[in-house]
């Protein structure tokens, strides 16, 4: 296929990733970046690649989701994880770096590669005759918001992320949970986690004290008015929960044939049953702060949060009805969409997908199939994870929730992460792209 350049619109994790995984194959590519000429309401520095949270990468330990998922990339020829392990701060088992260095050297690398050209302004038409990566991230301009949504459809776009979090269904106390739906109608889809009067209570009181996370002020409007935080709405009196999403009527406790007092329902959120969502726990509380408050609820004591919950403005398209698993375009093949604009949540998440874009972008033009990875690799399992069918999509991490259970039972949890490791990193020795 004779190309003679590939764009690239937006120049964060996702995109600066794409550009180089193109560029390196010799493929000129024409990087857009709105900086310095227009900031979203959330940057400040006019380089490319621009850290705007935590410094942190997550671990390195190949039994931690994200510590594999960067190994991988490493053996994938991932630039930014390459620049980010020679900018490193001192951060214990994880990979933390100098933002301002780690961007710095980003746009170094980027501006310095003969075969991309930077270009600053802000996209508002995307030129559907060319191939076209969009990797612009949670705060998608409002010009090219529109543009996006004209393309995919309204319906497939969504504001802002309001989810509740995701436990890991092994992690479960099965001895104090229950399956089944209310009334015992319906499929029993539900696991039922019954609270008596003082566990309620208890748990109620720290639920309303606890601490908050902080909102951009452009944040707030938006995101209250479509969806109230839990602990906002259990801040209306002790009892509320009770007659909203903790209401237990239509359930007995098998362990004590009686109504509880309250109840928390978790309804399965993948295909393969290993990843459960708290019912009506949209919540804005810090992460630590969940991990406390959830875990007294009766048999989440030893809970795997895979994903906390999150309240922010997050533009990102369903990804499930979409996308190939080769992050194109279902309708369009021209158009390839990366980062967290694709639901991937995370920065090394970001980056991840900006790579499996730019090098099945490659291949495309080189007349070769898709690149696909195993579902039992961290990188092909999430690219699977936000492709797959899911009528609940909601931005996701890597975790080992959404790999493939292991053929035989490993109790211990750290033997268990670090034999799907294992499997993970010898289907990756085995790949080429």
Partial sequence: ???????????????????????????????????????????????????????????????????????????????????????AVPAGQALAVDREIFSKRVTEAIRNNPNIEIINEEVTEIPEDE??????????????????????????????????????????????????????????????????????????NELVNAEIAHLHEFEKREIFEGCMPVEVMAKRGIDTLRYG??????????????????????????????????????????FGEQ?????????????????????????????????????????????????????VEGYVESIASGMIAGINVVRMIEGKDKFALPTNTMLGALVNYVVTPNDKFQPMNANFGILPKLDCMIRDKQERYRKLAEISIKEMNQLKT
């Avoid at 990733?17 to 990087?31: S, T």
């Avoid at 409002?142 to 992320?161: A, C, N, Q």
């Fill in 1 to 87: 296929m004779k190309i003679e350049h590939v764009n690239v619109i937006g120049g964060g994790l996702a995109g600066c990733e794409a550009a180089y995984q193109i560029a390196k194959k010799g493929i000129k590519v024409k990087l857009y970046e709105m900086k310095p000429i227009k900031y979203s309401p959330a940057h400040s520095n006019q380089d490319l690649a621009e850290i705007v949270c935590s410094n942190s990468f997550k671990s390195n330990l190949l039994t931690n989701a994200c510590g594999l998922l960067k190994e991988e990339m490493r053996m994938l020829d991932s630039l930014l994880i390459r620049i980010a392990d020679e900018t």
């Fill in 131 to 204: 191939i076209t990566i969009i990797a612009t991230g949670p705060l998608t301009s409002d010009k090219l918001f529109e543009e996006i949504s004209r393309l995919i459809g309204g319906e497939k776009l969504h504001f802002y992320d309001a989810a509740a979090p995701i436990i890991e269904k092994d992690s479960i106390d099965m001895n104090i949970a229950f399956i089944g739906d209310r009334y015992g109608k319906g499929e029993a889809d539900y696991i039922n986690l019954p609270m008596n009067k003082e566990e309620y209570e208890n748990f109620w």
């Fill in 245 to 286: 999403p903790l209401k237990p009527v239509g359930f007995d406790d098998p362990r004590t044939g009686r109504r509880p007092y309250a109840l928390v329902q978790l309804r399965q959120d993948n295909s393969t049953g290993t990843l459960y969502n708290m019912v009506g726990f949209q919540t804005n509380l810090k």
């Fill in 291 to 343: 991990k406390r408050v959830f875990s007294m609820i009766p048999g989440l004591k030893n809970a795997e949060f895979i994903k906390y919950g999150v309240m922010h403005r997050n533009t990102f398209i369903n990804s499930t009805k979409v996308l190939k698993a080769n992050m194109q375009m279902r309708e369009k093949d021209n158009i390839f969409f990366a980062g967290q604009i694709t639901g």
